[in-house]
C-alpha cells in the first residue's frame, strides 16, 4: 500500500512540511544529490488522487479438431438429431491461467450416423475378382504341358488340377463370392466423429498510470512494492458475440467508473495480444482479469533560483511521487527532475550542481 503523507501547515520556507522532509530524506539518501536546492523550497500542491494498475489478463484458448470414424455397424442406436457444428459441443474446460496446455480426445457417439456399404452395395458379399465370379480358372500348367509333351504315353495327370483344367479359387473357396471385409458382412457401416481438443492459456500484464511517470519505469516501482493492492479479479466465460471493451465496461466500469484505467488503450493490447492469435478451428472461451492498484501521492514544489530542464514549461517547479514503503517502512520516493543531482560532468541532460564538484 501506498505511504499516504499528511501534509501540515505551509511555512514561509516551505521547510516543516511533512511532505518536504520525506524530500529531504530522499535527497540524503542519493549519492551527488545536493541539498541546498530545498533550503527554500516550499510545496505547491499534493495529489492523492493519483494511482498505477498493473492489469493481468488470461484467455483459456480452445482449439478443435473432428475426424471421421468408420466401423462396421452392428445395430447401435442411431440419433434421430441432424449431425452439429463442432463448436456446439460443450466441454468442461480447465482452469483459465493454467501453464500446461491440456489435451483430450472425445468420442462424440452423438454424431453417429449409417450408410450402406459402397463395396459390397449392401449385399454382404461381392463377387471375387481373381476368378471373376467363376470359382475358379483355366489351368495354364496344362497349357504348358500340350506344348512340351507330344506322345501320349510320356503324358501324365497335371498334378494342379488332375486333368479336370480347372484351378479352383482359393480367394473364394470356389464360390465366386467374397464377405464384404468392410462391412463385415452386415451391409452397412457406423460412422461418428472423434474430436481433439486442446486448451491452452496467453497471459499478458499491462501498466497503466494517471500520473506523468514514464509507463516503462511504472512496473519497476510496483515490483518494488511489497505489499499491492489486490483491487479486481473477475472469471467468466466468453461469447463468439464478446468482444473486450464491452466486457469491460460491463464488469469492471460500472463497479469502478472512476478507476482512470483507459479502456480503449487496454482494449487496443488486448486485441493484439490476444484476440490476434484467435486462428482458424481456435477460439476464446474463458478470460480471467485480475487488477492491482498503487495508490501514489504527488507532490508539487517550488525551488526558486533553480530550472526544470525535464519540464520547462514547469520554470522553478518540481515533482516527487510517493509510491509505497519499503520493506524498512521508509517512504519509496520517484522523481527525475531534481535540479541538483549532478555538475553536468556526467553528460549534458544532468543538473548543475554536484557537493564534490570542483568546477565553479
Same mark, same amino acid.
Given at each position: 500500500?501506498?505511504?499516504?503523507?499528511?501534509?501540515?501547515?505551509?511555512?514561509?520556507?516551505? +521547510?516543516?512540511?511533512?511532505?518536504?522532509?520525506?524530500?529531504? !530524506?530522499?535527497?540524503?539518501? $542519493?549519492?551527488?544529490?545536493? +541539498?541546498?536546492?530545498?533550503?527554500?523550497?516550499?510545496?505547491?500542491?499534493?495529489?492523492?488522487?493519483?494511482?498505477?494498475?498493473?492489469?493481468?489478463?488470461? !484467455?483459456?484458448?480452445?482449439?478443435?479438431?473432428?475426424?471421421?470414424?468408420?466401423?462396421?455397424?452392428?445395430?447401435?442406436?442411431?440419433?434421430?438429431?441432424?449431425?452439429?457444428?463442432? #463448436?456446439?459441443?460443450?466441454?468442461?474446460?480447465?482452469?483459465?491461467?493454467?501453464?500446461?496446455?491440456?489435451?483430450?480426445?472425445?468420442?462424440?457417439?452423438?454424431?453417429?450416423?449409417?450408410?450402406?456399404?459402397? *463395396?459390397?452395395?449392401?449385399?454382404?458379399?461381392?463377387?471375387?475378382?481373381?476368378?471373376?465370379?467363376?470359382?475358379?480358372?483355366?489351368?495354364?500348367?496344362?497349357?504348358?504341358?500340350?506344348? !512340351?509333351?507330344?506322345?501320349?504315353?510320356?503324358?501324365?495327370?497335371?498334378?494342379?488340377?488332375?486333368?479336370?483344367?480347372? /484351378?479352383?479359387?482359393?480367394?473364394? *473357396?470356389?464360390?465366386?463370392?467374397?464377405?464384404?471385409?468392410?462391412?463385415?458382412?452386415?451391409?452397412?457401416?457406423?460412422?461418428?466423429?472423434?474430436?481433439? /481438443?486442446? #486448451?491452452?492459456?496467453?497471459?499478458?500484464? !499491462?501498466?497503466?498510470?494517471?500520473? $506523468?511517470?514514464?509507463?516503462?519505469?511504472?512496473?519497476?516501482?510496483?515490483?518494488?512494492?511489497?505489499?499491492?493492492?489486490?483491487?479486481?479479479?473477475?472469471?467468466?466465460? #466468453?461469447?463468439?458475440?464478446?468482444?473486450?471493451?464491452?466486457?469491460?465496461?460491463?464488469?469492471?466500469?460500472?463497479?469502478?467508473?472512476?478507476?482512470?484505467?483507459?479502456?480503449?488503450?487496454?482494449?487496443?493490447?488486448?486485441? *493484439?495480444?490476444?484476440?490476434?492469435?484467435?486462428? $482458424?478451428?481456435?477460439?476464446?472461451?474463458? /478470460?480471467?482479469?485480475?487488477?492491482?492498484?498503487?495508490?501514489?501521492?504527488?507532490?508539487?514544489?517550488?525551488?526558486?533560483?533553480?530550472?526544470?530542464?525535464?519540464?520547462?514549461?514547469?520554470?522553478?517547479?518540481?515533482?516527487?511521487?510517493?509510491?509505497?514503503?519499503?520493506?524498512?517502512?521508509?517512504?519509496?520516493?520517484?522523481?527525475?527532475?531534481?535540479?541538483?543531482?549532478?555538475?553536468?560532468?556526467?553528460?549534458?541532460?544532468?543538473?548543475?550542481?554536484?557537493?564534490?564538484?570542483?568546477?565553479?
Amino acid at each position: 500500500m501506498a505511504n499516504k503523507v499528511t501534509p501540515v501547515e505551509k511555512s514561509g520556507a516551505g +521547510s516543516s512540511s511533512a511532505e518536504m522532509d520525506v524530500m529531504k !530524506t530522499y535527497v540524503k539518501s $542519493k549519492f551527488g544529490y545536493n +541539498s541546498a536546492a530545498l533550503t527554500h523550497a516550499k510545496v505547491n500542491n499534493v495529489q492523492r488522487e493519483r494511482f498505477a494498475y498493473q492489469i493481468d489478463i488470461w !484467455t483459456l484458448m480452445e482449439y478443435r479438431q473432428t475426424k471421421k470414424i468408420t466401423r462396421p455397424y452392428n445395430g447401435e442406436n442411431i440419433p434421430n438429431a441432424a449431425n452439429r457444428n463442432e #463448436w456446439e459441443f460443450d466441454f468442461e474446460p480447465p482452469p483459465t491461467g493454467s501453464k500446461k496446455t491440456k489435451t483430450d480426445i472425445r468420442t462424440l457417439e452423438q454424431t453417429r450416423w449409417t450408410t450402406i456399404c459402397r *463395396k459390397c452395395s449392401g449385399f454382404c458379399r461381392y463377387m471375387c475378382s481373381s476368378c471373376k465370379g467363376d470359382g475358379g480358372k483355366p489351368c495354364y500348367h496344362c497349357k504348358i504341358k500340350a506344348l !512340351t509333351e507330344t506322345e501320349m504315353s510320356n503324358k501324365k495327370p497335371c498334378k494342379h488340377c488332375n486333368d479336370t483344367h480347372v /484351378i479352383h479359387c482359393t480367394g473364394c *473357396k470356389s464360390t465366386g463370392m467374397i464377405d464384404c471385409k468392410s462391412c463385415k458382412g452386415c451391409g452397412k457401416l457406423l460412422h461418428w466423429y472423434e474430436m481433439k /481438443i486442446k #486448451w491452452y492459456s496467453i497471459h499478458s500484464v !499491462t501498466y497503466q498510470s494517471n500520473t $506523468k511517470i514514464p509507463v516503462k519505469v511504472i512496473p519497476k516501482l510496483i515490483r518494488k512494492v511489497p505489499e499491492k493492492k489486490d483491487f479486481w479479479d473477475n472469471d467468466q466465460k #466468453w461469447a463468439k458475440t464478446d468482444t473486450f471493451d464491452k466486457y469491460f465496461q460491463n464488469t469492471f466500469v460500472k463497479q469502478h467508473p472512476n478507476s482512470h484505467i483507459n479502456v480503449d488503450k487496454l482494449t487496443e493490447d488486448f486485441n *493484439k495480444k490476444h484476440g490476434k492469435k484467435a486462428k $482458424k478451428n481456435c477460439r476464446i472461451v474463458q /478470460i480471467k482479469c485480475s487488477i492491482q492498484k498503487l495508490d501514489i501521492t504527488e507532490v508539487e514544489y517550488e525551488a526558486k533560483g533553480f530550472t526544470n530542464k525535464e519540464e520547462k514549461e514547469m520554470v522553478d517547479k518540481f515533482k516527487y511521487y510517493v509510491y509505497g514503503k519499503g520493506k524498512k517502512g521508509e517512504p519509496l520516493v520517484y522523481e527525475n527532475d531534481y535540479p541538483m543531482n549532478s555538475c553536468g560532468c556526467f553528460g549534458p541532460k544532468c543538473a548543475h550542481h554536484s557537493v564534490c564538484c570542483t568546477i565553479a
